[in-house]
Structures are given as structure tokens and as C-alpha cells.
């Protein structure tokens, strides 16, 4: 049996799934003929393949040996998965907000606020002069004096039959509802 056939026997599965550098060389392979070769060359070119497989072989096991080594490690240490996800997003946010185009969008951000903070006051107090101003205006001043008026025309009066007909126990003759002098003013303020 030559070295070819104790390749394919020691890697059975070789033949059915092809790896990442075999796909490579299949593919080129089929778009261009390989170059016509002598018996001497094949021979050395299928004992490089065994040999190339076998050394892929060997590091697959010593790298699955390793990582085994390196959970068996961290269960010790007690690093879970939900541990090293936070570490590496802790680490990624650090890199994040260090960089220079983070701190250039926080400023420019900051900045922006800044403006809209002081434009917000701005409107705010245009509005309350506007406010005051309206509320000072002769037309403001006799549609108050009007409300007051018509405030008081409503608010009944005790009449001296009924204050004798009345218990002490009983309710007074008072306004209905007792409103502050400012009620009707700030009624229109905000209508």
C-alpha cells in the first residue's frame, strides 16, 4: 500500500469534507489544468500531501488539548462566559469613549445642548415679557375690571330677614365659591 492510500485510510473523512486550503486548490485547479508532471514528481507531491495532512491532524489535537487546558483553567478561576462578555464590552467601551471621534461627537453634542438650553430660555422669557405685557394692556386691565364686576353682581348678599330666620348650626349666606382677587386675572392668562 503506498503513502497515498495510508492518507486516505488515516483520514477517512478527508475525502467527503474538503478543508479551507483544499477548496482553494480545488477551485484554481478546475478553472486551469495542472501542469503535466512526471511519475518522480507525483510520488514526492503525495508524500508532501500525507505528510501536510498529518500535520494538520496533529494540530487539531494539540489545539483541542489546549483549549480543553484552557476551560478546565478559567472553571478554576471561575470565569464564566457571562464574566468574559462583560469584561470585553467593558474593554470596548473604554476603547470607544477614548477615541477621538467619540469625544469630538460628545463635544459637538455638549455643545449643541448648550445652545438649545439657552435658545429654550431665550423663547421662554420672550414669552413671559409678552405675558406681562398683554396683562398690562388697557384692554387686558377692563375685561379684568369687568370679570370683577360681574364677580360681584353674582355673589349674593345676606339679607336681614334671613339672618334672623337662620340657626347658628346652619351654613352662612358666604359666596359659593370663595375666589382669591387674582382668579379672574390669572384665568385669562392662561386661556
Do not use: C
Not at 7 to 25: F, K, L, T
Request: aromatic letters at 4%; a negative charge; zero cysteines.
Amino acid at each position: 500500500m503506498d503513502d497515498a492510500e495510508k492518507g486516505s485510510q488515516q483520514h477517512p473523512d478527508s475525502d467527503s469534507v474538503p478543508e479551507v486550503g483544499e477548496d482553494a486548490v480545488m477551485s484554481e485547479g478546475a478553472s486551469s489544468p495542472p501542469p503535466p508532471m512526471t511519475e518522480e514528481e507525483r510520488q514526492e507531491l503525495q508524500e508532501e500531501l500525507v505528510k501536510v495532512e498529518d500535520e494538520i491532524q496533529t494540530l487539531s489535537q494539540v489545539l483541542a488539548a489546549k483549549e480543553r487546558q484552557l476551560a478546565e483553567i478559567k472553571r478554576k478561576l471561575g470565569i464564566t462566559p457571562l464574566n468574559e462578555l462583560k469584561q470585553n464590552i467593558t474593554k470596548t467601551w473604554q476603547e470607544v469613549t477614548t477615541s477621538t471621534a467619540y469625544r469630538r461627537t460628545s463635544e459637538t453634542f455638549s455643545l449643541a445642548g448648550l445652545k438649545a438650553s439657552a435658545a429654550f430660555t431665550s423663547v421662554g422669557s420672550a414669552i413671559s415679557r409678552k405675558l406681562e405685557d398683554v396683562r398690562n394692556a388697557p384692554t387686558f386691565k377692563s375685561f379684568e375690571e369687568k370679570v370683577e364686576t360681574l364677580k360681584t353682581k353674582m355673589t349674593p348678599s345676606p339679607s336681614s330677614s334671613n339672618a334672623d330666620d337662620q340657626d347658628d348650626s346652619s351654613p352662612s349666606n358666604e359666596p359659593l365659591v370663595n375666589q382669591p382677587e387674582d382668579s379672574p386675572s390669572q384665568e385669562a392668562e392662561t386661556h
